[in-house]
């Protein structure tokens, strides 16, 4: 929020200045002399944004103040603005990315490429495929899709406000909420997912994540190895759940997240949805 305001004040100030070597300034904006003032006039309204785990504010791009020595102000600068051309949103695309590698968001872990291999390799994509990413962060497991299978139909879930700014800049549609909250019917081919750990929320992210299946679909997910060797009710049952099911537990190697900036061990766990017969 700062640099864009900043931004802003920087365009409007380099514009007046050149208004005044042109002899050019509006009488209105005579008096207009200082950064401070500038600042001022071209304030914005901010706007709360809930991500799930906190709120914080995003800029609205609407003046706060509405006088005539701020309209000239926001006039003079109007035809700089930018404008939603590609080339404007591959760099807000880019700022964003920047911004969530030390942004530390809650439970927010990109899935490294050595992972996101291991997690394709159990699937057969084609034309057309419905896939779901429940927890897409910043589309890491959807630009893989993408990238196997570019007419593969992409649903993405994501609960903080600044991914899905990102993912919609990547082009997918996405639906900004719990994915735990959501209710529609599924008919999914495959659900790829990358779920957050803490209070063994990945088993409840499974086993929601797997009612969205059509039948014969599959899922594959990575899994803290937790739930594969504690002794507590919600763990013993999810091992039961999926050794009915047929499916498989597998291991990833030490520090397969260490590049995302965790060293916290994980799994993966491969669970077909039965045929109805």
């Known amino acids: 929020l700062e640099g864009q305001r900043l931004e802003r004040a920087q365009l409007a100030l380099n514009r007046l200045a ?3 070597q042109a002899g050019t300034v509006p009488q209105v904006l005579q008096g207009v002399t200082s950064k401070k003032r500038v600042l001022e006039l ?37 035809k700089d603005q930018p404008t939603p051309d590609s080339r404007k949103d591959e760099q807000e695309l880019q700022r964003e990315l ?37 927890e897409a962060g910043s589309g890491a497991i959807c630009d893989a899709v993408k990238e196997q299978e570019p007419e593969a139909q992409i649903t993405a879930f994501e609960v903080n406000y600044s991914l899905c700014n990102i993912l ?24 790829i997912q990358n779920p957050p750990f803490e209070r063994q929320a990945d088993i409840d992210h499974i086993r929601h994540a797997f009612d969205k299946l059509k039948p014969g679909g599959r899922l594959v997910s990575v899994c803290s190895p937790g739930p ?17 099911l047929g499916g498989e537990k597998f291991d990833l190697p030490d520090g397969s997240f260490k590049e995302s900036g965790t060293s916290i061990n994980t799994v993966y766990v491969v669970i077909d949805k039965p045929l109805i017969h």
């Open 18 to 20: 050149d208004a005044h």
């Open 42 to 78: 071209l304030a914005t309204k901010h706007e709360q944004v809930a991500n799930g785990f906190h709120t914080y504010s995003t800029d609205t791009g609407e003046p706060v103040h509405t006088s005539e020595e701020a309209g000239a102000l926001w006039d003079l600068i109007a």
């Open 98 to 134: 920047n911004g969530v590698k030390f942004a530390q968001i809650p439970g927010y872990f990109s899935t490294p490429k050595a992972v996101l291999d291991e997690l394709l390799a159990h699937v057969s994509l084609f034309p057309g495929c419905k896939v779901l990413e429940p």
């Open 168 to 191: 919609r800049l990547k082009g997918y549609q996405v639906t900004q909420g719990d994915f735990i909250q959501d209710t529609e019917a599924g008919g999914f081919d495959y659900v």
């Open 228 to 244: 594969f060797f504690r002794d507590n009710r919600k763990s013993v049952e999810f091992r039961q759940w999926i050794e009915a």
